[in-house]
């Protein structure tokens, strides 16, 4: 709410479902083909890794651009 405001929050948290509901339809097929073509999970994990590190990342990089917002820099 910080960033968008009260208003906008229904349509935040929609895109957000939206967002997961492809990654839940799309995710256990692609790491099924994966495991087809290498015989194994290996590939799937570590791109699921590497995802998470990279959200992890954009979460850090806007939550301390939050921070000097609020102290007014």
Do not use: C, E, W
């Not at 839940?24 to 790491?31: E, V």
């Not at 590939?43 to 939050?66: C, D, E, F, K, Y």
């Amino acid at each position: 709410m910080d960033y968008f405001g009260g208003r906008n929050v229904s349509g935040i948290i929609g895109i957000l479902y939206t967002s997961v509901a492809f990654g839940t339809l799309i995710g256990p097929s692609a790491a099924g083909f994966a495991f087809d073509l290498s015989h194994s999970y290996t590939l799937p994990i570590l791109a699921s890794a590497g995802a998470n590190i990279v959200a992890a990342a954009i979460v850090a990089a806007t939550s301390r651009g939050a921070s000097a917002n609020k102290q007014g820099g």
